[in-house]
Structure formats: structure tokens, C-alpha cells
């Protein structure tokens, strides 16, 4: 905002009123009306399975899920499935975010890195995800690596993705200002560029890190001893769909709150640089 456009907003404001927060925008609004969907949720479940609409061996009543929890809960396992999903989901994203913004650098920032590789990781995209389990699983074996780096291609991808558009847009006057102040290099990356494109770099972490729970179930359904995905499998096998839904929930959960990390850091970003 400039100066003149400051000071209007000064002039039209009433002397000493504090700025009015939209409804919508309000912090209590906004943690009320997000779990309004989520409870009617439950209760039309509950309701669902308390009438017998459905019977309890495809859809297990709440009651039941939470029993399974807690049953999980008591020897440990639930809490090491976590931690074992959890881990390698926060090392597969951060490798995966810093590689891929990394190499966004270089093709959106440079005509040679943009030929180069743009059409080998257009392909490279296109191949789904349970297509490399395999071949990680040969290159790797079944323990943490080859789980990891599938983790890490997937957040990959979308970070690269956003963050290599958003350079190819950035003003032109803003680089060429801090040209002027002899920033180059690393130093105009990090303080002109990168700040410019912070709203793209927050929706390509948000997009990543959702993409990297997609491809930690990928992995941990065909490989694994351990985490939420061999809980699914074993789940299936036994026939026990409380479990099923348990860590469906528990998924769910925690993608939510590692959403709501990802936000605080858009906040802390947007302070800095916005």
C-alpha cells in the first residue's frame, strides 16, 4: 500500500474504532463452524448404524471405532503405527520439499534448466505412484529407505509444480531492483525471489504434504510391518472394519493437524514478507 493510499484509509476510518473482524474471519466462527460438518457427520453415522440401515460388518458404529482405539491404544501398537507413519512422512516431505525447491529454482529461474528438464519431469509425474513400489522395493529393499523417498517423490512434485510457475512470474522491476543494490545469485534468490512467490510456496506445501500421507498409504500397503497403511492391510485381512475406519479416522486426523501447521507457518511468512 502507498502512502497516499494509507493515508485515505486513515482519513475515511472513525477517530480511535478498532478495525471490525468479518464474521467469517473470527478465530471462535471459525473453529465452530469447522467442526459443525464433522458432527453432523457422526451423528447421521451414529444414526445410520443405530437403526440397522446398515449392517455393523460394513459399517461399524462409532462406539465400535472408538473401542478399537482404545484397544489399540492399551498395548502400544496404536501409538507406534503412528509415530513409525508420522516419521516417515515429516523426513519423505522435507526431503522432498527441499528438493523441489531446489530444482523450481533452476527451471524458473533459468531457459536451460527449463528445456532441459521440464519434459523428463513432465513424464516422470505421470507415472503413479504404486507403479514405483516395486521398483524402490528392488533398488532399496523393504525397510525405511525405499518407503521414504516414494514419500519424498510425492511431495515432490507439487511443490516443484507451483513454486516453478510462480518464478517464472516474478516482476521483473523487483529483480532488476535488487540487481541495482548488487544482489545476485543465491542472495536475490533468497531476498527478492523467493519472497515474491510465498503464496504459491505455501499452497505447494500444503498440496505436498497432502500428497505425501497419499503416497506413505501407497507404500505402506504393499510393504511394511509397521504404520497406519499395514494397519489397513491387516485390518482387511482379519475382517476387522472398526480398525479400517480407525485408521481412516486417524488419517484424516492427522492430516488435518499437520494442514493446520502448514497454516501457522503461511501466517508467520505472510508477517515477514507479505
Aim: net charge positive; hydrophobic share 60%.
Amino acid at each position: 500500500m502507498t502512502a497516499s493510499a494509507e493515508a485515505i484509509t486513515a482519513a475515511a476510518a472513525p477517530s480511535g474504532a478498532a478495525a471490525v473482524v468479518p464474521f467469517w474471519s473470527r478465530t471462535s466462527v471459525r473453529i465452530v463452524g469447522g467442526l459443525v460438518v464433522p458432527l453432523a457427520v457422526l451423528a447421521l453415522w451414529q444414526a445410520v448404524t443405530g437403526f440397522g440401515l446398515i449392517p455393523t460388518y460394513r459399517l461399524p458404529a462409532p462406539l465400535d471405532v472408538v473401542n478399537a482405539a482404545v484397544q489399540l491404544a492399551a498395548d502400544g501398537s496404536l501409538w507406534r503405527h503412528v509415530a513409525i507413519s508420522v516419521q516417515r512422512v515429516f523426513l519423505g516431505f522435507a526431503f522432498g520439499s527441499l528438493v523441489g525447491l531446489a530444482v523450481a529454482a533452476v527451471v524458473g529461474l533459468t531457459r536451460s534448466g527449463d528445456v532441459l528438464l521440464s519434459p523428463i519431469l513432465a513424464a516422470f509425474r505421470a507415472i503413479p505412484s504404486l507403479a514405483l513400489v516395486p521398483l524402490l522395493m528392488l533398488w532399496m529393499g523393504i525397510g525405511e529407505d525405499s518407503k521414504v523417498t516414494l514419500v519424498a517423490i510425492g511431495a515432490f512434485f507439487p511443490l516443484f509444480t507451483t513454486v516453478a510457475g510462480a518464478l517464472r512470474k516474478v516482476d521483473p522491476h523487483l529483480v532488476e531492483m535488487g540487481r541495482s543494490f548488487g544482489l545476485r545469485g543465491w542472495e536475490l534468490f533468497r531476498s527478492v525471489q523467493l519472497p515474491a512467490t510465498v503464496p504459491s510456496l505455501i499452497s505447494g506445501l500444503r498440496l505436498a504434504l497432502a500428497q505425501a500421507w497419499l503416497f506413505l498409504v501407497a507404500a505402506e500397503l504393499l510393504a511394511a510391518s509397521m504404520g497406519l497403511g499395514f494397519l489397513l492391510t491387516d485390518a482387511q485381512s482379519t475382517g476387522r472394519v472398526d480398525r479400517i475406519f480407525l485408521a481412516i479416522v486417524v488419517l484424516a486426523t492427522l492430516g488435518t493437524l499437520s494442514n493446520a501447521v502448514v497454516t501457522l507457518l503461511e501466517r508467520r511468512l505472510l508477517r515477514k514478507w507479505a
